[in-house]
């Protein structure tokens, strides 16, 4: 199994910059995918990006150009740089993490909220 743990939120204004991090711990050699999702007031939760052990990443059309989901392997972590942030980029942001014959492990969810 693995251990997710999400860190880097906060309250930033509009058109600042937040990087989220994600370190994970435990079985990460299962990991296959891992991704950054988001939940907004009043909204489902929404897939923001995801990036393969291959280095593929892919996002939602609301965020392209501005955020960025990369990985370091050496240190087990993912990050999400989120650039030009506006209000409606508030929400809990989560790290999951796809796994070979184990559910999607998901991190606990860190709070970004963009206001002036």
């Given amino acids: 199994q693995v251990q997710l743990v999400e860190s880097g939120g906060g309250l930033v204004q509009p058109g600042g910059s937040l990087r989220l991090s994600c370190a994970a711990s435990g079985s990460i050699f299962r990991i296959t995918v891992m991704g950054w999702y988001r939940r907004a007031p ?13 280095g593929s990443t892919n ?16 240190k087990n972590t993912v990050y999400l740089q989120m650039n030009s942030l ?10 999951s993490a796809d796994q070979v014959f184990y559910p999607r492990a998901w991190g606990q969810g860190t709070q970004v909220t963009v206001s002036s």
């Fill in 42 to 54: 009043g909204k489902q939760r929404e897939l923001v990006a995801t990036i393969t052990n291959g």
């Fill in 86 to 95: 506006k209000p409606e980029d508030t929400a809990v942001y989560y790290c």
């Fill in 59 to 74: 996002y939602v059309d609301s965020v392209k150009g501005r955020f960025t989901i990369s990985r370091d392997n050496a």
